[in-house]
């Protein structure tokens, strides 16, 4: 899962700051607020696909943040850090409208692993059966990618490639982001395997115009119908 768009609410700069950077590396758009007011105006701006919101905040408490959004029609859906462990909380929070409840100390792993699982059963990742860009369509449904009247076959990790960008159409990802995501594990930190695969794609979906895939020198790739 990547380019999913999240709200992070803490008011401890240091661990925002920390949670922002691997929340980032990890394929997410974050943004961010440091105050429970501050995360209420900035849900109509942000548009999160899951707001990561802490309790223990310096004006309004966590559980009254998501009880304001929920009165206000928001169904964004939640998952609260906090520090305290006991049922009485986790059943607060989950009556007001959260999705999941994580007691801090917590690994990087488990924060992204509990924000997927949320987004899997709030149906809020990308996962259109339909995806496009220019003449290129892909029907994930059939497991079928044409480009104009062209089917163009593709072996499972090409799929799965062109499906990343495809979902992330228009962002540059890096290669350790496609390798964190359609490799779902790293080869020593050696991006050639993506830059192999890069090329496959190319001689299989570029040989006409518009070009969509882009290199963008010293950041990664990019799926879009022009460089402008």
């Not at 009254?64 to 462990?85: I, K, M, N, Q, Y």
């Not at 899997?120 to 892909?138: E, F, I, K, Q, Y």
Request: one cysteine or more.
């Amino acid at each position: 899962m990547a380019g999913e768009r999240l709200l992070l609410v803490d008011d401890e700069e240091n661990l925002r700051s920390m949670l922002e950077a691997a929340l980032r590396h990890s394929g997410f758009e974050v943004a961010v607020a440091a105050t429970g007011r501050e995360a209420i105006d900035a849900v109509p701006d942000a548009r999160p696909d899951l707001i990561v919101l802490d309790v223990m905040l310096p004006d309004l408490d966590g559980f009254e943040v998501c009880r304001r959004l929920r009165s206000d029609g928001s169904r964004t859906p939640v998952l609260f850090l906090t520090a305290r462990d006991g049922t009485d909380n986790k059943v607060r929070g989950l009556t007001l409208g959260g999705d999941d409840y994580l007691v801090k100390p917590f690994s990087l792993e488990e924060l992204v692993a509990r924000i997927n699982a949320v987004l899997r059963r709030a149906g809020a990742t990308r996962t259109d059966a339909v995806l496009s860009c220019a003449d290129l369509v892909m029907d994930d449904d059939a497991h079928r990618v044409t480009r104009g009247d062209t089917e163009v076959s593709l072996s499972p990790t090409e799929y799965n490639l062109l499906r990343f960008l495809l979902v992330n159409q228009g962002r540059v990802m890096s290669k350790a982001q496609i390798l964190d995501h359609v490799w779902q594990y790293d080869f020593g930190g050696d991006g050639g395997v993506v830059e192999t695969y890069i090329g496959y794609l190319r001689r299989k979906l570029d040989k006409t115009e518009p070009r969509l895939i882009h290199t963008i020198r010293g950041f990664g790739y990019t799926l879009r119908e022009s460089q402008a």
